[in-house]
Each structure stands twice: as structure tokens, then as C-alpha cells.
């Protein structure tokens, strides 16, 4: 069992950056590809990044890529996005999420992600 805190967030004017953190317990954070969700009023959840356990493969959904990156430090037991040049459209509330991971797995099979941080709103707007 893992468990994931997040921290970060808040409110940002549009071309701004926030960086969130999540910091994982209870299992050794090597084990889990891990990846940032997130979800817009009245949207479905969608998976925005993920990494994988050694942080040797990332992954961006097209709205984020270039903008976005994913990074983990796993003597730290922490995760991170770093999101920068904001626009309105990733406003949304942001999850932090852990996958048993695999040799050789690439960690992009969104779904199966199944420990979840708390989550954390993250707001752009002038």
C-alpha cells in the first residue's frame, strides 16, 4: 500500500507556473509508474502525465506537452509537476496517482492507476 499527500496549487495568472508535489509513504516509491490527472468542472478525469518507476520514460497528453514536466525523486519519495506557461484551460483540480509498475513498462495505461493523493485545486485566470 502506498500512500500519496499533494501539496502545491493555487491561483495564477494565464503565462504563470505552479509546481505541484506529491510525496508518497507506506512502500517504496521505485515500485510505481506515476502520473498527474486532472479534472475540469463538468469534465471527465484524464490522465495529463506519467513517469515511469525510475523516471527513465515520461509521458504528456498533447494539451500539456512542452509545458508541462514530470519529474520524481525517489530517495525523496516525491513526485512532481512542474507546469509552466498556464492557460485558463488547465484549470481543474490535479491528482496525483500510483500504478504497480513493471520491467520495461511504460506506465501509460491511464486507467489502471489506482492510489490517489487528495488532489489539489489549481486555478488560472486574470
Known amino acids: 500500500q502506498v500512500y500519496l499527500v499533494q501539496s502545491g496549487g493555487g491561483s495564477v495568472q494565464p503565462g504563470g507556473s505552479l509546481r505541484l508535489s506529491c510525496v508518497a509513504s507506506?512502500?517504496?516509491?521505485?515500485?510505481?509508474?506515476m502520473a498527474w490527472f486532472r479534472q475540469a468542472p463538468g469534465k471527465e478525469r484524464e490522465g495529463v502525465a506519467s513517469?515511469?518507476?525510475?523516471?527513465?520514460?515520461?509521458f504528456y497528453d498533447d494539451a500539456v506537452k512542452g509545458r508541462f514536466t514530470i519529474s520524481r525523486d525517489n530517495a525523496k519519495n516525491t513526485v512532481y509537476l512542474q507546469m509552466n506557461y498556464l492557460t485558463p484551460d488547465d484549470t481543474g483540480l490535479y491528482y496525483c496517482?500510483?500504478?504497480?509498475?513493471?520491467?520495461?513498462?511504460?506506465?501509460?495505461?491511464?486507467?489502471?492507476?489506482?492510489?490517489w493523493g487528495q488532489g489539489t485545486q489549481v486555478t488560472v485566470s486574470s
Open positions: 513517469i515511469t518507476r525510475l523516471g527513465a520514460k515520461t
Open positions: 496517482a500510483a500504478q504497480e509498475g513493471r520491467a520495461g513498462g511504460m506506465c501509460v495505461d491511464f486507467p489502471k492507476f489506482n492510489y
Open positions: 507506506g512502500d517504496t516509491l521505485s515500485r510505481y509508474c
